[in-house]
């Protein structure tokens, strides 16, 4: 079995690279932890440093599971839009093979040692999924759906087109990457808009809790009341809540804009 398994291997593929873990599964949990904790660290630190008080530390603590979960869907986020900006290259590199004379399933053997990383994990991924009985665009389909790799969607409409009609899949390839490219370069541009918008909320995110601190050292008993008092702490979560908010807000309106990559 595996001197055949090995004989219908392509040569360029390594078999590590087929039997690497699938997105989303083991690594990411510790990954996550890893947030989790560090971000309980830094909300305790930073709540401290800036009242001095262990009980306000103590309770900011509890955000820390926010602030990992931001940390990891920001990674995530990173990792989505390096693949998106890989994704020209790839469809560039199933196009020349497709061009070279072979079929959409040798393509993808081909192609795929060529690939930039992380997109070569993925199509490996997807090779590794074709050896096991499912065809190319079911794979892809998989792929796209666990990775959060919305471009594949456009790929997986081509590859079934294909198999339907039996059309000239590089000369698909060919104006997909066109029109890739250009969506690609008007989403910088409106990254580059926006970018100052993005930077403006998070200096104001900051400004509450850096002016607390400053009080607290240039005028510890103007600001006694705002953090041994009920009302004072009530103010300073009434705060807190706001800037989530308003961050939450204004990332999401960007993202619907740019994307991914905020």
């Known amino acids: 079995f595996l001197a055949v398994w090995h004989g219908r291997r392509p040569r360029g593929v390594p078999l590590e690279e087929e039997w690497k873990a699938r997105p989303g599964s083991y690594g990411e949990r510790g990954q996550l932890l890893l947030y989790v904790l560090l971000g309980t660290a830094a909300c305790f630190l930073g709540a401290y440093g800036v009242t001095g008080r262990l009980h306000l530390a103590v309770l900011a603590s509890f955000g820390g599971f926010f602030v990992g979960r931001a940390f990891e869907r920001a990674r ?13 290259q790839v469809v560039g590199s199933l196009m020349a093979a497709l061009q070279g004379g072979l079929s959409p399933y040798q393509a993808l053997e081909d192609a795929v040692p060529s690939m930039p990383r992380p997109a070569r994990d993925v199509f490996a991924e997807i090779l590794r999924r074709t050896r096991t009985g499912s065809t190319y665009v079911e794979a892809v389909k998989g792929v796209a759906e666990e990775t959060g790799w919305r471009d594949l969607e456009s790929l997986v409409v081509a590859l079934r087109i294909y198999s339907r009609t039996g059309c000239n899949l590089a000369e698909v390839f060919k104006h997909l990457q066109e029109s890739v490219v250009e969506r690609e370069s008007d989403r910088r541009y409106v990254a580059a808009v926006t970018a100052e918008t993005r930077i403006t909320a998070r200096l104001l995110s900051f400004l509450p809790f ?5 009080s607290r050292v240039l005028a510890p008993e103007f600001v006694s009341p705002l953090f041994d008092t ?20 204004t990332a999401r309106m960007v993202r619907a804009v740019v994307g991914d990559e905020v």
């Open 76 to 88: 995530r986020d990173r990792n989505r839009a390096l693949l998106r900006s890989q994704y020209a």
């Open 210 to 214: 850096f002016l607390m601190g400053v």
């Open 230 to 249: 009920l009302p004072g702490n009530i103010l300073i979560a009434v705060v807190t809540a706001l800037v989530l908010v308003g961050n939450t807000v």
